[in-house]
């Protein structure tokens, strides 16, 4: 896990220059220095990194362009490019960022040293550039957030062969024990009995036994319950995906690992909140228990629900469990999945859209969202598509039919399992489909850093 240098260590300069300044910073430079960075072609595009020249062949610092504008507004965590492009050893920015810009080339730094090698022994990075925490930057908060993400993203890559509901629910025991929270399993048959029938029916038709995970954390200050879904492979059931489709859906258990990242971030800054995190974790497989088309599902809520189509499975799964988070009375409910394609065709991989009612934590997190760099796209929750998820022979309809408004209309299916008027949904993708600055290609956490900004203002917290 990356971790700034040490304040007291002795550090190379690495000077950002915006693209419009660096005339004015060759001009104040030595002669060779000069004369070297222009020889480079050094242009202080965003990104752009060349070291200096010092005594005897030792470098004696680095040059880091911060680029225009026009390229910081459309490229995030730009200047990250600089921790895995530098050689290692200890560094510290010399510049002119503000409070704010400071932060999130701290966290990009730390962020863009991420590698996935559980399978590739001896492909980690030899060494690493570390960075000191700039001046004003809350080092202990941003690695936090590292782990956090890092967590995530772990949890996203690891194929499901390797991270099945075994394997999901051993990461989430070992993270609560690690904080010392409460947890609790319901497993197997012991979801019907306990009145989770939707659980189990997505669920049943694996050999690895369908369940719910149910952490407590915090004894005072607001509620929150977090719940993520947990569909560690999803065949598409009996409505089975094609094979291209299927090549992607060890992540869709994004929603967990999203929660399980956002959770250990609470709980490493020690917000005063009573957390609860509960994540349906199952294999939507084929078999001959597996659900079927047009079957009539009881819920946890009393609904009943007609199911369309076997591979809509994200809501019967979570709307269980929403059924239970709404029996908390908490200050903020938040579900968080992999839930539709028509999300990604909506706003593509980048954004994450959401859903509320409430004006007050969509403005929360709308701003929180562009302070620290984590983009999110508010959703309606249109009332004129409520008649689409009723279809007649039962309450509710997971898949209606006609292909129009494929998320607004799984949010409204969810809703109707939560009373709380205080509830925010996510439909995240949780993949970087290529290399981007602080985002390796592979599983990425959306939402978690917003929505952990905006918390304070959400639930009234003191800052």
């Known amino acids: ?64 362009g911060y680029g225009a504008p026009e390229a910081r507004r459309r490229t995030r965590f730009g200047l990250s490019r600089a921790a895995t492009a530098l050689p290692a050893g200890d560094w510290h920015l010399e510049g002119a960022l503000d409070g704010q810009e400071a932060e999130e080339a701290a966290l990009g730094w730390c962020l863009a040293q991420y590698r996935f090698a559980r399978y ?30 890092f967590l995530t993203r772990d949890l996203i890559n690891t194929p499901a062969s390797d991270m099945g509901p075994d394997e999901l629910e051993t990461a989430f025991l070992a993270l609560g024990q690690e904080f010392g ?55 598409g059931g009996l409505d089975i995906k094609p094979a291209g489709s299927m090549l992607q859906m060890k992540k869709d258990m994004g929603g967990a690992a999203t929660v399980m990242g956002l959770a250990r971030m609470i709980m490493a800054l020690g917000l005063p909140v009573q957390l609860r995190v509960l994540v349906p974790a199952v294999e939507n497989a084929i078999s001959g228990s597996a659900m079927r088309p047009r079957d009539i599902l009881a819920s946890r809520k009393g609904y009943t629900v007609e199911v369309n189509n076997t591979d809509a499975e994200g809501r019967l799964v979570l709307a269980d469990a929403l059924a239970l988070a709404d029996e908390e009375e908490a200050d903020l409910i938040v579900s968080m999945a992999t839930l539709t394609g028509a999300a990604r065709v909506a706003v593509g991989p980048d954004l994450a859209p959401y859903f509320t009612d409430d004006t007050g934590i969509s403005a929360a997190l709308q701003k929180a969202a562009v302070a620290v760099r984590d983009p999110v796209w508010q959703l309606p ?22 292909g129009f408004a494929g998320s607004v209309t799984a949010a409204l299916f969810l809703r109707r399992f939560v009373a709380n008027p205080r509830y925010l949904h996510f439909d995240i993708y949780g993949h970087q489909p290529a290399d ?10 959306q939402g978690a850093r917003a929505l952990l900004a905006a918390l304070p203002e959400m639930l009234g917290l003191a800052p």
């Open 1 to 64: 896990m990356p971790s700034f240098a040490p304040a007291d260590c002795r550090s190379l300069p690495l000077y950002v220059i915006p693209a419009d300044g660096l005339g004015d910073w060759i001009a104040g430079q030595p002669e060779v220095t000069a004369t070297w960075v222009k020889a480079a072609g050094f242009a202080a595009g965003l990104g752009e990194v060349c070291l200096l020249p010092g005594p005897a062949g030792k470098i004696a610092g680095a040059v880091l």
């Open 381 to 402: 929750l249109w009332p004129g598509y409520e008649a689409m998820i009723e279809p007649g022979i039962a309450d509710l309809d997971n898949a209606p039919t006609g």
């Open 181 to 235: 929270a409460a947890t609790a399993v319901i497993r197997g048959d012991a979801l019907l009995a306990q009145n989770f029938p939707m659980i189990h029916a997505v669920g049943r038709a694996s050999d690895r036994a369908p369940r719910l995970l149910d952490m407590r954390w915090g004894t005072a200050g607001p509620k929150l319950v977090l719940v993520g879904k947990g569909v560690c492979f999803d065949t």
């Open 436 to 445: 981007a600055p602080a985002r390796p290609k592979g599983g990425v956490g």
């Open 120 to 149: 590739r022994p001896g492909t980690e990075p030899s060494g690493l550039a570390r960075l000191k925490a700039p001046a004003g930057v809350d080092a202990a908060r941003i690695e936090a957030i590292v782990a956090g993400e």
